[in-house]
Nanobody, 129 residues
Framework: QVQLVESGGGLVQPGGSLRLSCAAS????????IGWFRQAPGKEREGISC????????YYADFVKGRFTISRDNAKNTVYLQINDLKPEDTAVYYC??????????????????????WGQGTQVTVSS
């Protein structure tokens, strides 16, 4: 079964950190660009960060402001998103997506509206004191 599974979300206090994981099964991520997206209640989904198949190219949305770091371990078929200094406005469901067509065009992969190949089911991140 081909799927992406996110994990690592939870309830965290402001200023805390989380590391989200996006694990693939049923296919290899070696040739896919991977993006992290989030959607807060009542808001549109937004691209956070995207990484090329080898990890050589990365993109971060402006609002990340150095708090987020994307990385990947193709041997483990997993991509990560490290989030530091969490803020209440980071509360959202976080999704990862895999894409072949724009695998190396990381900014476009994050910003453009189009149908990506695979999506995970999401992991909830709640930042609250």
């Amino acid at each position: 079964q081909v799927q992406l599974v996110e994990s690592g979300g939870g309830l965290v206090q402001p200023g805390g950190s989380l590391r989200l994981s996006c694990a693939a099964s049923g296919f290899t991520l070696d040739y896919y660009g991977i993006g992290w997206f989030r959607q807060a209640p009542g808001k549109e989904r937004e691209g956070i960060s995207c990484i090329s198949p080898t990890g050589s190219n990365t993109y971060y949305a402006d609002f990340v402001k150095g708090r987020f770091t994307i990385s990947r371990d193709n041997a483990k078929n997993t991509v990560y998103l490290q989030i530091n200094d969490l803020k209440p406005e980071d509360t959202a469901v976080y999704y990862c997506a895999a894409d072949l067509r724009l695998a190396d065009a990381v900014q476009a992969m994050c910003e453009m509206r189009y149908e990506r190949d695979y999506w995970g089911q999401g992991t909830q991140v709640t930042v609250s004191s």
